[in-house]
């Protein structure tokens, strides 16, 4: 049985449930992260130079106390894959990239905090809320991500970066693309998740409120709950990796019971991240725009956009808006994973887009 997508679209709306000093002072916060801040070697643990690898194929050394799982198929060009979630590392290729790994070497791995990737946190021993936080954005936070991409590419020792983002790894990948335009070479985004802008100018593509829609009458109250729950600052810092994860899978429940994705079209995921997801989510603040930052990306990027998907087209679009030589697909009767239920038409708008070679 394959492990069900959970948190996939990487979307967030604090839905106002949270409340006291330390969740007020998150909501109304700045970003911790700003494009630029990973080049200018800013709020890292370690420099964007990584140590030297341990020997072992399965990992990369990204720090030295950081490993990251990876696994790759196919021969010729390196294109790395970033998955979504966050934190929602894949176990098997796409099905949708399978027809070109005569040409491509498709890298896949799990991100910081997720999958057998290091996990750098169990538990917080303090109850303090600023603190904590910082250190939860340092390591586990959107700079921290994005510099792995950077060390990634220096791994493999390629000048340019051909990057595939699925929903929040498409976020990531754009994240990239802005910090380091000339180490990437073309880009694909996948349902991006509808994070360029906080707040959403979209607030249609809300992930939480789009399953709420959804669901059954009867289980209205019983979401409310668990979503105010989810969202009640005041109790992050007295959870566990192990209960995030399980918070994680119980909205993941929630969310299959409203998409249309038979099992034929699922893909194999590893175990979630706990830490991780709250660490991107601090890092993104409450007020910002992105837009901007990418128009110093000026290489070519694809905009896939499946018809089915509870993420609306506008959503999509906003990436294709925001790059200067980039292009809109959309690929009719498939949903959040279009790699996986259509992977024919997938591959051959892939093929196209990367020119064969």
Same mark, same amino acid.
């Given at each position: +049985? %394959?492990?069900?997508?959970?948190?996939?679209?990487?979307?967030?709306?604090?839905?106002?449930?949270?409340?006291?000093?330390?969740?007020?002072? =998150? +909501?109304?916060?700045?970003?911790?992260? @700003?494009?630029?801040?990973?080049?200018?070697?800013?709020?890292?643990?370690?420099?964007?130079?990584?140590?030297?690898?341990?020997?072992?194929?399965?990992? =990369?050394?990204?720090?030295?106390?950081?490993?990251?799982? *990876?696994?790759?198929?196919?021969?010729?060009?390196?294109?790395?894959?970033?998955?979504?979630?966050?934190?929602?590392?894949?176990? !098997?290729?796409?099905?949708?990239?399978? /027809?070109?790994?005569?040409?491509?070497?498709? *890298?896949?791995?799990?991100?910081?905090?997720?999958?057998?990737?290091?996990? /750098?946190?169990?538990?917080?021993?303090?109850?303090?809320?600023?603190?904590?936080?910082?250190?939860?954005? %340092?390591?586990?936070?959107?700079?921290? #991500?994005?510099?792995?991409?950077?060390?990634?590419?220096?791994?493999l020792g390629d000048e340019k970066l051909i990057l595939i983002g699925h929903s929040w790894g498409?976020?990531?990948?754009?994240?990239?693309?802005? !910090?380091?335009?000339? *180490?990437? $070479?073309? +880009?694909?985004?996948?349902?991006?998740?509808? &994070?360029?802008? +906080?707040?959403? /100018?979209?607030?249609?593509?809300?992930?939480?409120?789009?399953?709420?829609?959804?669901?059954? $009458?009867?289980?209205?109250?019983?979401?409310?709950?668990?979503? %105010?729950?989810?969202?009640?600052?005041?109790?992050?810092?007295?959870?566990?990796?192990?209960?995030?994860?399980?918070?994680? $899978?119980?909205?993941?429940?929630?969310?299959?019971?409203?998409?249309?994705?038979?099992?034929?079209?699922?893909?194999?995921?590893?175990?979630?991240?706990? =830490?991780?997801? =709250?660490?991107?989510?601090?890092?993104?603040?409450?007020?910002?725009?992105?837009?901007?930052?990418? %128009?110093?990306?000026?290489?070519?990027?694809?905009?896939? *956009?499946?018809?089915?998907?509870?993420?609306? !087209?506008?959503?999509? @679009?906003?990436?294709?808006?925001?790059?200067?030589?980039? #292009?809109? &697909?959309?690929?009719?009767?498939?949903?959040?994973?279009?790699?996986?239920?259509?992977? $024919?038409?997938?591959?051959a708008i892939v093929s196209k887009f990367l020119g064969g070679n």
């Amino acid at each position: +049985m %394959k492990r069900k997508p959970l948190l996939i679209a990487g979307v967030v709306l604090v839905l106002g449930v949270a409340i006291g000093t330390g969740a007020f002072w =998150w +909501m109304t916060q700045q970003p911790l992260y @700003r494009p630029g801040m990973v080049k200018a070697g800013e709020n890292l643990r370690s420099p964007l130079t990584p140590p030297a690898q341990n020997g072992d194929p399965d990992f =990369w050394q990204v720090e030295n106390d950081i490993r990251l799982y *990876h696994f790759a198929v196919g021969s010729g060009r390196n294109v790395l894959v970033i998955h979504g979630g966050p934190g929602m590392p894949y176990r !098997e290729p796409l099905a949708g990239l399978q /027809p070109l790994t005569t040409v491509y070497r498709f *890298h896949y791995y799990d991100q910081r905090g997720c999958g057998r990737s290091t996990r /750098p946190f169990d538990r917080f021993t303090s109850q303090k809320f600023y603190e904590n936080m910082t250190a939860l954005d %340092k390591a586990l936070g959107l700079g921290a #991500q994005v510099a792995d991409i950077e060390r990634i590419r220096q791994i493999l020792g390629d000048e340019k970066l051909i990057l595939i983002g699925h929903s929040w790894g498409g976020f990531l990948a754009s994240l990239y693309a802005a !910090e380091f335009p000339e *180490h990437v $070479e073309k +880009m694909i985004l996948i349902s991006p998740a509808n &994070t360029l802008v +906080m707040p959403q /100018p979209d607030s249609e593509s809300d992930l939480f409120a789009s399953v709420r829609r959804k669901l059954p $009458e009867a289980q209205l109250a019983e979401y409310d709950a668990f979503i %105010k729950d989810y969202f009640d600052f005041n109790k992050l810092f007295s959870r566990s990796e192990a209960d995030l994860i399980a918070m994680d $899978e119980k909205f993941g429940q929630y969310y299959i019971s409203v998409i249309d994705n038979p099992e034929a079209a699922q893909i194999e995921q590893g175990e979630p991240g706990g =830490w991780m997801t =709250w660490g991107m989510y601090i890092s993104m603040g409450q007020r910002y725009d992105l837009r901007d930052a990418m %128009k110093k990306v000026t290489v070519p990027v694809l905009v896939i *956009h499946g018809t089915n998907d509870l993420q609306s !087209e506008t959503a999509t @679009r906003m990436y294709s808006s925001a790059f200067p030589d980039a #292009q809109f &697909t959309a690929i009719q009767d498939a949903g959040h994973f279009s790699f996986q239920e259509k992977p $024919e038409e997938f591959a051959a708008i892939v093929s196209k887009f990367l020119g064969g070679n």
